[in-house]
């Protein structure tokens, strides 16, 4: 650490070329390196997960709201419907 208040940081360490450790302590540091790994893989699917669910929903909602849409402006059943009214009072 240079100066007042500086930190040390932490050194990475290759543990196959670390003097000292035995190899159980070589193989819980890999165990653990590979669940760190996979947590941060889990995290990120998990993002992508997410939008890829709100971005079906949206789709979803998009098709459904435009379907009740389109439903509203067909005006042919009034127009039979009319026409059917016509006829009874003609008749």
Do not use: K
Request: glycine residues 8%; hydrophobic residues 35%; proline residues 5%.
């Amino acid at each position: 650490p240079e100066g007042p208040g500086a930190a040390a940081f932490a050194r990475r360490i290759d543990p196959s070329r670390e003097p000292g450790l035995s190899p159980e302590q070589r193989r819980l540091m890999a165990q653990v390196e590979h669940a760190q790994r996979q947590r941060v893989l889990q995290r990120r699917l998990r993002g992508r997960n997410t939008l890829l669910a709100l971005g079906i929903g949206a789709l979803t909602l998009g098709i459904y709201g435009y379907t009740f849409y389109s439903v509203s402006q067909e005006r042919f059943l009034d127009e039979l419907e009319q026409e059917a009214e016509a006829a009874r009072a003609r008749a």
